[in-house]
């Protein structure tokens, strides 16, 4: 049982404070990993020797006592990391975008951890003034300076770079956020060689907003590209190289096998819904840039691509047919890909592979978007299980930065992670 509520939890995200940041939304991910820890319990009990379990029963009580006790404890912990005591101070040096992008990141998704006193800034016409930071909205650090936002909150400005010291000693400050991703002055510099004699913790902007969103911000990147940027990634490293690649084969093969018996009942009911071609290939892109076929079964009508322009599926797309659509919730379209799996051309788990049309006009347009093809493509991935499918240019360069964020960060940790949690995408019908 404790397994199966540490899975469900992996899942539904309740261990992830980037989808926790309001009561609200932790008692949601509650109820969705109760339902998933009764159904499999369930499930298990009826398809298995029932010698070996627990009673039926036990699975309600444990279901409801857990939620009661983790929902107490998460309401004591609110309750608790809300007060200011428990927060820690930063001050946040720059008040131009980035600076306003990290104050937003930490409003939004570490309100409980931080406690934002002021900006300092040497910028004259900005001395004394509050500066307002939308809680809600789109993310700045995609967005422009003034988006739309429901909420709020005002920030002021306590003075320049040599006020700095002062404010940290008055408001007893361990730690300053620098926002400034190009050149420092000779003031501020000194200020921070002050801050380094008084043990203040200095922090970069592009590190904190990776760790509060699981993004790299490929916007606010400036001369800190060496820090910010993946140089290397997992791949290089012998022991990852070996142990993902026979991951990928056993999982593939274990997949194949799974699916085999059911693909006649797929196949015909594709056929039915819509004659035509079962499979389907395009041309996409994988690691060094290197070309190569991927598969996928058939989920829209035949000839979808007028005169063979490249197009992007949309929501509610009319070319998906009806049971495409269903294969699409459950994933199910993609399941061909184990084979590419096994050819070596794509791993279980790393950035989604682009046709190489769609990937110049990306290079052209998105910063460091060639970082993506630093590692093999996968069928799972650390974007897609945290932004979705993108539509435009705006959601390429979100989905940029959760896919640079997998390449710096990739690990078999993490490859779990994002495979545990996609099962989950599957389990809920997030597919589209």
Sequence with gaps: MSALWLMSAYITGLYDPLRNTTLEKTILRLIQSG???????????????????????????????GF???????????????????????????????????????????????????????????????????????????????????????????GASQDLISNIVNNEIPEVILAITN?????????????????????????????????????????????????????????????SRIFD????????????????IIALALYLDSPGPIFYSQERVGKGGNKFYLYKLRTMVPDAEVGGVAQRAQKDDPRITRVGRWLRKFR??????????????????????ERPSHLVELDENVPFHRLRNAVKPGMAGWAVVNFGYIDDLESARMRLQYDL?????QSILLDLIILIRTFGQVFLLRGR
């Design 35 to 65: 339902t998933i820890v009764m159904v499999v319990y369930l499930l298990i009990f009826f398809y298995t020797a029932p010698k070996i379990l627990l009673p039926r029963g036990i699975v309600v009580y444990q279901v409801i006592s």
């Design 183 to 243: 050149d420092i002055n000779t003031a501020t510099f000194r200020s921070l060689m002050d801050c380094k004699e008084l043990a203040i913790d200095i922090t970069l902007m592009t590190e904190l907003y990776e760790k509060l969103t699981g993004r790299i911000p490929i916007e606010h990147i400036g001369d800190n590209w060496f820090v910010s940027l993946p140089m290397d990634s997992a791949e290089t490293s012998l022991f990852y190289a070996y142990a």
């Design 249 to 264: 084969i056993v999982s593939a093969s274990l997949g194949l096998a799974v699916l085999l018996p059911f693909f006649p």
């Design 405 to 409: 964020y997998y390449v710096k960060h």
């Design 68 to 158: 009661i006790l983790i929902t107490l404890w998460r309401i004591s912990f609110y309750y608790l990391s809300g007060s200011s005591r428990f927060k820690r101070k930063v001050l946040i040096i720059g008040a131009g975008w980035s600076g306003k992008t990290i104050a937003q990141a930490i409003l939004k998704y570490a309100s409980h951890q931080y406690q934002i006193i002021g900006f300092i800034d040497d910028d004259p016409e900005l001395a004394d003034k509050m500066i307002d930071i939308p809680v809600s909205g789109e993310d700045y650090s995609l967005d422009n300076l003034d988006p739309e936002a429901k909420e709020i909150k005002k920030i002021p400005i306590l």
């Design 332 to 353: 199910l379209d993609e399941m061909p890909q184990l084979i590419n799996i096994l050819k070596g051309e794509m791993s279980a788990v790393g950035p989604r592979p």
